[in-house]
């Protein structure tokens, strides 16, 4: 149990299809985070939110979606995705999205985009 | 801008042995610097930090990080690997009030 817990661990989905990923954290932090890890590239940030307020897009294309309805949950839309899109995703949490807090991930969703 | 660098893709050493995985920094201002590791179909675990004081801090599973201001550097250190120690091992890196930036990863595989 790692604390920040995301749903589905793996998903296929077709470029036309339209599903979510689901991140809750069970830390009591107040801000959460979208990250893409693929193959040899750098961990990349996608979405952060602080107070359930989104505080940095980093430029992702609209297929992606985010939503935090509150500071436990945390969603990402997917619709239209490519091949390219095809990566891990990972959510993870911290106590204030600056300064000395570590973050805390959850093990992720495994996506591939057939 | 901020950038932090992990020089070797992978390190290999045998169990017993010391073994040190490197990262070099470059920021303008105070570095908050991070040490991460991640397992095979898992995500990334917090193993230590340097925020200020002592160089030397200690973390999770034995691990511990010298911060090296001159030298720009916190390398990760265990005193004697075991092979359960083999995983990716992630640098990050920030400023306050900037965002973290984590390096590329280092494979570390630690032999019988």
């Known amino acids: 149990e790692t604390g920040v817990t995301q749903t589905p661990r793996h998903l296929v989905m077709g470029m036309t299809n339209k599903k979510s990923l689901k991140c809750e954290q069970h830390?009591?932090?107040?801000?959460m985070y979208w990250y893409k890890q693929s193959a040899k590239k750098p961990l990349e940030l996608m979405f952060v939110?602080?107070?359930?307020?989104?505080?940095e897009n980093n430029s992702v294309p609209s297929r992606f979606s985010p939503e935090c309805p509150n500071s436990s949950h945390l969603f990402l839309h997917l619709h239209t995705l490519q091949p390219e899109d095809s990566a891990l995703y990972l959510c993870?949490?911290?106590?204030?999205?600056?300064?000395?807090?570590?973050?805390?991930f959850g093990n992720g969703t495994r996506l591939t985009v057939t | 801008a901020q950038s932090v660098a992990q020089p070797e893709d992978q390190v290999n050493v045998a169990e017993g042995n010391p073994l040190t995985v490197k990262c070099t920094y470059s920021?303008?201002?105070?570095?908050?610097l991070f040490w991460y590791v991640q397992y095979p179909n898992r995500g990334l675990q917090f193993l230590l930090k340097?925020?200020?004081?002592?160089?030397l801090v200690k973390g999770s599973y034995g691990f511990e990080a010298e911060f090296n201001k001159s030298q720009t550097s916190f390398h990760l250190k265990k005193p004697s690997a075991l092979v359960s120690d083999s995983a990716l091992y992630f640098c990050?890196?920030?400023?306050?009030?900037?965002?973290?930036?984590f390096g590329t990863g280092t494979r570390l595989q630690v032999f019988p």
């Open positions: 939110y602080s107070l359930e307020e989104r505080v």
């Open positions: 993870a949490s911290s106590q204030g999205s600056r300064g000395t807090s570590p973050l805390h």
């Open positions: 340097y925020i200020t004081g002592d160089n």
């Open positions: 920021v303008s201002g105070n570095p908050y």
């Open positions: 990050a890196v920030r400023v306050y009030t900037d965002k973290l930036i």
């Open positions: 830390l009591g932090h107040n801000a």
